[in-house]
């Protein structure tokens, strides 16, 4: 034991500081010596213990290397405590959570069901707005249309005498399969006598009526069946210089004019795309 006299309120000594710097680590405490009163003791023989792994440190580096290594390397290293085992109930909402998480990226990469037929009703996709049911909005329809007739006729670049003759063995089953959205119809026979001379342009066309918007902006449902609709197709002027007026007088812009017998042609629009049509005797109307 080694004693050091400074008492309270007494400044100690340079060399005392010194030696109190160094023992620094050593065990020290207050007591009462008798005739001096109290004073700071120092227990020399109770110095603390080295951390093993200091200790090993400083047998392979020097003691300035070897606190530094400690002191970053092991004192400040911060510890990371794992957490507590799940419990069962843990176990079962993360199993949960996987599938659910499983089952919608096997959701996302599937294809979207397509919608039912009452689901098409329901979300009213077939619903035509009255306010938009205007002959003179689908006038820009039935121009689409004849261009797109024009190229199905094989008409877009016609040149004067070039065209080849447009027969039923040759365009019939291009005309057949056609799509029918935009082109302006007439009923000219029919066994019921009311729907004839009902023109205007085709806004939906299904597997068993055609719903056209006449002129005066009204919404006509006419059944296909035991009826014959007439429709034309402007052709296009000719791109020929040569052309003069006595073969535009001729008649060389008149429109072809194409009769359909609806009872034949009781097919969506989608399902005449593929279908093969065969020649069969009609019954005159």
């Given at each position: 034991m080694r004693t050091f006299n400074i008492r309270p309120g007494q400044s100690a000594s340079e060399s005392d500081l010194r030696i109190l710097e160094f023992y620094h680590d050593m065990t020290w405490q207050?007591?009462?010596?008798?005739?001096?009163?109290?004073?700071?003791?120092?227990?020399?023989?109770?110095?603390s213990k080295?951390?093993?792994?200091?200790?090993?440190?400083?047998?392979?580096h020097s003691p300035d290397t070897a606190l530094q290594l400690f002191t970053e390397r092991i004192k400040q290293k911060p510890l990371f405590l794992r957490p507590t085992s799940p419990t069962p109930a843990d176990n079962r909402s993360r199993r949960r959570l996987h599938r659910l998480r499983k089952k919608e990226y096997f959701l996302r990469k599937q294809k979207p069901k397509p919608l039912s037929?009452?689901?098409?009703?329901?979300?009213?996709?077939?619903?035509l707005p009255p306010d938009e049911c205007k002959?003179?909005?689908?006038?820009?329809?039935?121009?689409?249309?004849?261009?797109y007739m024009l190229d199905v006729l094989d008409l877009k670049d016609r040149r004067a005498g070039s065209s080849a003759p447009i027969t039923p063995l040759s365009h019939g089953s291009k005309l057949a399969s056609a799509d029918f959205h935009g082109a302006q119809v007439e009923v000219v026979r029919s066994q019921c006598s009311s729907r004839v001379g009902l023109k205007g342009i085709v806004v939906r066309d299904t597997k068993f009526t055609f719903v056209?918007?006449?002129?005066?902006?009204?919404?006509?449902?006419?059944?296909k069946e035991q009826s014959i609709f007439r429709f034309t197709v402007p052709l296009p002027l000719s791109t020929d210089r040569d052309t003069t007026e006595e073969d535009k007088s001729d008649g060389a812009s008149e429109p072809l004019v194409f009769e359909i017998h609806g009872s034949q042609f009781r097919?969506?629009?989608?399902?005449?795309?593929?279908?093969?049509f065969k020649w069969r005797n009609v019954d005159y109307l």
């Amino acid at each position: 034991m080694r004693t050091f006299n400074i008492r309270p309120g007494q400044s100690a000594s340079e060399s005392d500081l010194r030696i109190l710097e160094f023992y620094h680590d050593m065990t020290w405490q207050w007591q009462d010596i008798p005739g001096e009163g109290p004073a700071l003791l120092c227990n020399t023989m109770t110095t603390s213990k080295l951390h093993i792994a200091e200790e090993l440190l400083q047998r392979a580096h020097s003691p300035d290397t070897a606190l530094q290594l400690f002191t970053e390397r092991i004192k400040q290293k911060p510890l990371f405590l794992r957490p507590t085992s799940p419990t069962p109930a843990d176990n079962r909402s993360r199993r949960r959570l996987h599938r659910l998480r499983k089952k919608e990226y096997f959701l996302r990469k599937q294809k979207p069901k397509p919608l039912s037929a009452r689901e098409k009703r329901a979300s009213g996709i077939y619903k035509l707005p009255p306010d938009e049911c205007k002959y003179e909005i689908f006038q820009g329809l039935h121009k689409m249309w004849v261009d797109y007739m024009l190229d199905v006729l094989d008409l877009k670049d016609r040149r004067a005498g070039s065209s080849a003759p447009i027969t039923p063995l040759s365009h019939g089953s291009k005309l057949a399969s056609a799509d029918f959205h935009g082109a302006q119809v007439e009923v000219v026979r029919s066994q019921c006598s009311s729907r004839v001379g009902l023109k205007g342009i085709v806004v939906r066309d299904t597997k068993f009526t055609f719903v056209v918007v006449t002129e005066k902006d009204e919404l006509k449902t006419i059944p296909k069946e035991q009826s014959i609709f007439r429709f034309t197709v402007p052709l296009p002027l000719s791109t020929d210089r040569d052309t003069t007026e006595e073969d535009k007088s001729d008649g060389a812009s008149e429109p072809l004019v194409f009769e359909i017998h609806g009872s034949q042609f009781r097919n969506r629009p989608v399902d005449r795309a593929n279908k093969k049509f065969k020649w069969r005797n009609v019954d005159y109307l």
